[in-house]
């Protein structure tokens, strides 16, 4: 089995029984909390997959940034808009940040090569 893939699958198994533990000890209220601040750094995690950081650092660094930016940009924005959907809003802009991070990274253009060509372009 592929090492991506199983993670993927542990992720499934955890994020499930995180659910039903706060489904069950929390009722509906607190299932949708919890539920909420999953969702809350998955768009940062994709963005931060785009990058070559271990997997903790990916998780942790998600985490911190989705509390930060979601938060703040969805407060900014509800000046403008109602809050609930500047939530979605934010949550769906950085959903599409992530994507094509991850599509722009699968086309074949790495950063290390984009550096070389800074790097050497300033030598010149």
Same mark, same amino acid.
């Given at each position: 089995m592929?090492?991506? %893939? *199983?993670?993927?699958?542990? #992720?499934?198994?955890g994020?499930i029984t995180?659910?039903l533990?706060s489904?069950?000890f929390l009722?509906?209220?607190?299932?949708?909390?919890? @539920?909420?601040?999953i969702?809350?750094?998955?768009p940062?995690?994709l963005?931060?997959?785009?990058?070559?950081?271990? *997997?903790?650092e990916k998780?942790?660094?998600?985490?911190i940034?989705?509390?930060?930016?979601?938060? %703040?940009?969805?407060y900014?924005l509800?000046f403008i808009i109602?809050?609930k959907? #500047?939530?979605? /809003? /934010?949550?769906?802009? @950085?959903? #599409?940040?992530?994507?094509l991070?991850?599509k722009?990274?699968?086309?074949?253009?790495?950063?290390?090569?984009? *550096?070389g060509e800074? %790097?050497? #372009?300033r030598?010149?």
């Amino acid at each position: 089995m592929d090492y991506k %893939s *199983e993670n993927t699958i542990y #992720a499934g198994i955890g994020i499930i029984t995180i659910g039903l533990f706060s489904l069950i000890f929390l009722g509906v209220t607190g299932f949708r909390t919890i @539920m909420g601040f999953i969702l809350l750094f998955f768009p940062f995690y994709l963005i931060l997959d785009s990058f070559s950081l271990k *997997e903790s650092e990916k998780i942790i660094y998600s985490i911190i940034l989705g509390f930060i930016f979601v938060s %703040s940009l969805s407060y900014w924005l509800g000046f403008i808009i109602s809050f609930k959907v #500047a939530i979605f /809003v /934010v949550f769906i802009v @950085m959903l #599409a940040i992530g994507i094509l991070l991850k599509k722009f990274r699968k086309s074949g253009i790495k950063y290390s090569d984009i *550096e070389g060509e800074v %790097s050497a #372009a300033r030598a010149k």
